[in-house]
């Protein structure tokens, strides 16, 4: 990926791109060098057993009794409705599927968490959003089993709204 967000006849360095991809693109082996590239940002699914981490703002850099600087804040596991907190944003989209059944896709967004990275794959200083995507009937009840997770990743995450997150990754 990063050969062809390197290529100078592309539009790469001057315009925003957003990549969609499937949960083999949210680690950090693929996330962290991507990161380097100002104008790109990556909207990947999440698997749902995954674990990331409030921002610890700031970095406490003598935790408790010496040793490493800490980075990660309290956990946000995907399976623990619990660890979630309040998202940053909340909104509802209507979705009419090709046969004419009227849904509504319910969409949070947490901003600003971070996931463990690999020695040679830092993730510390890569801050993401991440935004869960439910499906409801009109009788309010779940469409799909499962939560839909996705990461928005690069530094111009900010300008790729909710819902266009979701309508990206739905249109892949």
Known sequence: ??????????????????????????KAYYLSP?????????????????????LLSPPDPHPGHGGRIKHFGTAFDLKDTGTWGEPDEETEIPWETHSGRKLQVKLQRWNDLLMRGKID???????FDLVCCQVFDQ??????????WLIVFGKRRCKISTAAAYETYRQR
């Not at 009840?141 to 839909?148: E, G, P, S, T």
């Open 1 to 26: 990926m990063t050969t062809l967000l390197n290529d100078a006849d592309l539009p790469f360095d001057t315009e925003l791109t957003v990549n969609v991809a499937d949960s083999s693109y949210s």
């Open 34 to 54: 991507v990161r380097a590239f100002d104008n790109h940002v990556e909207v990947n699914r999440v698997a749902k057993n995954r674990k990331f981490f409030h």
């Open 121 to 127: 794959a830092p993730m510390y200083e890569k801050p």
């Open 139 to 148: 009788q309010d009840k779940l469409v799909f089993k499962n939560i839909l």
